[in-house]
């Protein structure tokens, strides 16, 4: 045992020394800062359009964005008693390798001019968002791939899930600030087909005493996870939606969400498995799906009363998720999902998806006033209809999953 955990150990440090020798090298040959975003220095071939955030960015909004990536989702793959410390290092290592390759692919799709790629902050943050899909996805098989697995899982799906941004936010003009489609839904279907080609029904047995023994250390873990979401995730989620110091509505029906999908566990969870208040990770799974519900849609809600149906609809998603979805899963799919990321990210993004296209076909002028061109800028001029807007925002859902499933497939 001794000598097989030293080569695993050896392992590890060998591929992590060749992917940062590559990333060193390709960052040597490729990446360079970019200028002073302005009108008059951004050349037409670039991503104009975001190179220009950087410009206004919130030095206190871009430090939110990290410490939600590190500390929100790392204590939140902390799953199991057994791995628990073990994940939240491997999450780290996950964040660290994930970043930097996601500067690069990006880079090659939205900042590459002349042979370089010119980053700046906003490219931090569309890289914090990739390193989010690709944690989520880890939690689907937590426990059940080494390390090394896990880095390899990373350098794939980063690709793949830059690629469908790509498709999704710049060839198709779809509308999701918030994410509810290129990390939460991705993340999530990735991560499960994944744990499908992976399926060991003989380490079924072993998963479930698992789960029994979380006790003491996972409610520690999920505190901690559940306030820095509280904190930090109203700007995670709409770092990308203020411009030109529009009225912030994405803040806002992130908090209005968030509130009420707690209170709908309290409602729920006591029915279910019949205990007088809920686990402190299931305040936490119910927290994670209303905020994931509201990454499309948060932008476009015009009234709180909607928000807090969405988060409310979202909190009763998470346990009956786990309370009925998930056995079905595992017995009739025969997909181990070690976190239930399908009840936290996959369920909720979908849903967020569908009230989207929703809410698009119901965006007017009146409605909206001047957001309506920040946040549909192809349907304020006229270039579309609201009707074209909706369907596009519709179609973006299968193609989502359709990546999703084929990687997760390949990498799995």
Known sequence: MPEHTAASGLRLSGLCFLLQILNILLFAVFVRYSPESSPGH??????????????????????????????????????????????????????????????????????????????????????????????????????????????????????????????????????????????????????????????????????????????????????????????????????????????????????????????????????????????????QDSTLAGMAMMGMAGEMLVTPFGALIAGFLAGLISPLGFRFFKPVLHSRLKIQDTCGVHNIHGLPGILGALLGTLLTLLATADTYGDRLELVFPLVAPGSRTVTDQAFIQLSALPLTLLFAALGGCITG
């Open 42 to 283: 951004c050349p037409l071939q670039l991503n104009c359009s975001r190179r220009n955030q950087d410009s206004g960015f919130q030095q206190p909004r871009f430090q939110d964005v990290h410490i939600q990536v590190l500390l929100s989702f790392g204590l939140l793959v902390a799953f199991l008693s057994r791995y628990g410390l073990g994940s939240a290092a491997i999450s780290i290592l996950i964040i660290a390798f994930a970043i930097q390759w996601a500067v690069l692919i990006q880079g090659f799709f939205y900042f590459f001019f002349n042979g370089k790629i010119y980053v700046g902050a906003q490219s931090m943050v569309s890289a914090d968002f990739c390193t989010a899909a690709v944690l989520i996805s880890a939690g689907a098989v937590l426990g059940r791939i080494n390390p090394v697995q896990m880095l390899l899982l990373a350098l794939l799906e980063v690709i793949l899930c830059s690629l469908n941004e790509y498709i999704l936010l710049s060839l198709m003009g779809v509308s999701d600030s918030g994410r509810s489609l290129t990390v939460h839904t991705f993340g999530a279907y990735f991560g499960l087909m994944v744990s499908r080609v992976l399926y060991q029904p003989h380490k079924d047995k072993r998963k479930r005493e698992e789960r029994q023994d979380m006790g003491h250390q996972m409610d520690v873990f999920a505190v901690f996870g559940t306030i820095y979401l509280w904190i930090f995730w109203p700007s995670f989620t709409s770092v990308t939606t203020v411009h030109n110091n529009a009225e912030n509505w994405a803040v806002l029906n992130i908090c209005f969400s968030l509130v009420a999908s707690t209170i709908a566990t309290f409602i729920l969870s006591p029915v279910l498995y019949e205990e007088s208040t809920p686990w402190m990770v299931q305040i």
